[in-house]
């Protein structure tokens, strides 16, 4: 198949929209598919043209005359390329393409990564609609899209081409670890305020607070107003952010709504005892409670008290490390690139071999 991926960028800063495009390209020209990436660029680049995948360059700035040559140049781009696929992992790629099809004959795949954001909406022009977990199918379902549309693919990291192996980094203490950008839903404060609760019987804890973003600095006020401010570090951004996950006593989720949660994946892999809440996807990620205690959002208490009992007891801490590593295999990106080449079937031969059994585990 000639399979064209279009996102805003390939940049390298934790975006799971864009790791996860990364992953099913990377897979899918392993697989001898012809296989072509449309972004405005990023440090991805290099490792996508490993892997023979062209890149074209397209600003999709959302100003109205950048937007008239977007048009213009992703029309030179579908002309050139001639794909059979268009997959669209973001808003604009997927207006894009669904604008330009006219009577071309590719179809139109969009993947629903942020369902909770109102442009997802938009991601209903395709001819097949992706969710990444089986909340968000119901949720866009409600939102009108039919079910004859919709499949389900749920995320899988292991055996990425972004990964590496190396080893642990040295932490201190007993080590607390989040890897979450810094925006308001992923729950930064209810973690703040739950390190606060348990600091004080767990004299060894330190909480290490890994990734940026625009709401780094609200919550970096936050941790400087605790009593125990010394022992919350904000790492930023990390490149391998596994390294972390992989000295973590305790690994925690804090968020308000996650649709997946790609780096409990991540943190499975890596051996975690996980804490995260009971919203979205995340339930599905951690086989409903089965590989990770979850709690209700925006409960700092809760969110402590699970820590805590982690931190106080290191059978409960080893029998869930056990648990993250129970089932992995199914999460591999290979397992995602088999159902999404079966969604694509679907649409281009009539066949349906993968596509309806997409996200039954």
């Known amino acids: 198949m000639r399979i064209l991926h279009i996102a805003n960028h390939v940049k ?16 899918q020209a392993a697989r001898n598919h012809q296989v072509c990436i449309v972004s ?10 490993r892997y ?40 604009t790629g997927a207006i894009l393409a669904r604008y330009l099809k006219g009577f071309r004959k590719y179809k139109v795949v969009t993947h629903v990564h942020n369902e909770f954001q109102k442009s997802a909406d938009y991601m209903k022009v395709g001819d097949r609609v992706i969710a990444v977990s089986q909340a968000v199918s119901k949720a866009m ?15 899988g990291t292991i055996g990425s081409p972004r990964d590496s192996d190396s080893g642990p980094i040295p932490l201190e203490g007993q080590a607390i670890i989040t890897v979450a950008g810094m925006y308001e839903r992923k729950g930064i404060s209810d973690l703040i305020d739950a390190f606060d609760l348990l600091a004080g019987d767990h004299p060894q804890a330190r909480l ?109 801490r080893q029998h869930y490390r056990t648990q993250a590593g129970a089932g992995l295999d199914y999460y591999r990106v290979g397992r ?21 059994a997409a996200g039954n585990k």
């Open 52 to 91: 023979n995948i062209r890149h074209y360059y397209l600003d999709q700035t959302r100003r109205p005359a950048q937007l008239m040559r977007a048009v213009f140049n992703f029309r030179r781009v579908v002309a050139d390329f001639s794909p059979d696929i268009i997959h669209a992992h973001m808003m």
């Open 208 to 316: 290490y607070i890994v990734g940026d973003g625009p709401d780094r600095a609200k919550f970096e006020e936050r941790a400087a107003a605790s009593p125990f401010s010394g022992r919350i570090r904000f790492a930023g951004f990390q490149a391998e952010s596994r390294r972390w996950m992989k000295a973590a006593d305790v690994f925690v989720l804090a968020s308000h709504k996650e649709p997946f949660g790609l780096v409990l994946i991540e943190a499975r892999e890596s051996g975690c005892a996980i804490v995260a809440t009971d919203v979205d996807g995340i339930p599905e990620a951690l086989d409903y409670g089965e590989a990770g205690i979850l709690v209700p959002p925006r409960d700092a208490k809760a969110l402590s008290a699970a820590i805590g009992e982690f931190l106080s007891n290191e059978a409960k």
């Open 336 to 356: 995602v690139a088999e159902e999404m080449l079966g969604v694509y079937d679907e649409l281009l031969f009539g066949t349906s071999v993968l596509a309806g």
């Open 141 to 155: 379902a409600g939102r009108g899209v039919g079910k004859d549309k919709l499949r389900v693919i749920l995320n």
């Open 12 to 27: 390298e800063t934790g975006n799971g929209i864009v790791n996860v495009m990364v992953d099913l390209a990377c897979e």
């Open 40 to 49: 405005a660029g990023g440090q991805y680049e290099e490792l996508i043209a």
